[in-house]
């Protein structure tokens, strides 16, 4: 998912030492990054581009690229298969594979918790959501997904915290493992959208509840690395998530 010259990089900081440091360096990756992150929260992120390459190890979208073949293609990643497609293209029906869990953190008490529709229900909700006032909306908005422009504006209006629970017809889910994300216009190229992290990465509900206005800094996602420390541009450390399948 990095750039080939950021590995390249990466790979020339690891030290010389002895046999033992060696080892160790054998399981590490150390990449300089030429700008700061800003936040490893999709809405906030405003298309950083350092800030999504990281957020793309920790959530996963849908989809994922085979980029060994040519030319690269689709294929599922959380998705049991490819995402059904309407007749008219401005429907995409998703089913999610059972059996993916989130990494282990306090906002789940302790309790394994299993990926299922409603969160990407959830995470791409927010992006409408005023309180993040997402310079990636147009992303969405764009494809004018029937309600959820109109849950925006009515939060606006009111000046009420936006309304998660109102089921709107542009985006559902239809049960435990599937949702459909609708689109008042047709677009070819928005299936690509279900295969980038930083727009589409699943979160919990219950974590951004739990982190509050400090989401930015406590990614959790069902992705291979979590964050296990960060000291904002200065050092980030990923390391294996245990749970990942």
């Known amino acids: 998912m990095m750039r080939r010259r950021h590995l390249l990089q ?27 992150e800003s936040t490893f929260d999709p809405p906030q992120t405003n298309s950083d581009y350092y800030s999504s390459t990281l957020i793309a190890q920790i959530l996963e979208a849908p989809l994922s690229y085979d980029y060994l073949a040519r030319p690269a293609r689709l294929l599922p990643n959380t998705a049991a298969a490819m995402p059904e497609v309407s007749a008219d293209g401005r429907s ?9 869990f989130f990494a282990d953190d306090p906002a789940f008490k302790g309790r394994p918790r299993e990926l299922v529709a409603e969160d990407y229900v959830y995470s791409i909700k927010r992006f ?12 969405y908005e764009q494809q004018k997904l029937p309600g959820l422009s109109e849950l925006r504006q009515k939060a606006l209006k009111e000046r009420k915290p936006f309304d998660y629970d109102t089921p709107v017809e542009g985006l559902r889910a239809l049960d435990r493992y599937t949702f459909r994300l609708t689109m008042g216009e047709d677009d070819p190229r928005f299936i690509y959208r ?21 989401i930015g800094g406590h990614p959790v996602g069902t992705g291979a690395f979590r964050l296990k420390d960060w000291r904002r541009a200065s ?5 294996r998530n245990p749970r990942f399948r």
Do not use: C, H, W
């Not at 995409?92 to 993916?100: D, N």
């Open 10 to 36: 990466g790979a020339a900081a690891l030290p010389l030492a002895g046999p033992a440091a060696a080892q160790a360096a054998r399981k590490q990756l150390r990449i300089a990054f030429p700008a700061p």
């Open 128 to 139: 409408y959501d005023p309180k993040y006032n997402s310079g990636d909306l147009y992303l």
């Open 194 to 214: 279900f295969a980038d992290a930083a727009v589409m990465g699943a979160v919990a509900r219950e974590v951004v509840e739990f982190y509050g206005d400090e």
């Open 235 to 239: 050092r980030i450390v990923l390391e």
């Open 92 to 100: 995409f029906t998703v089913r999610i594979r059972p059996g993916i």
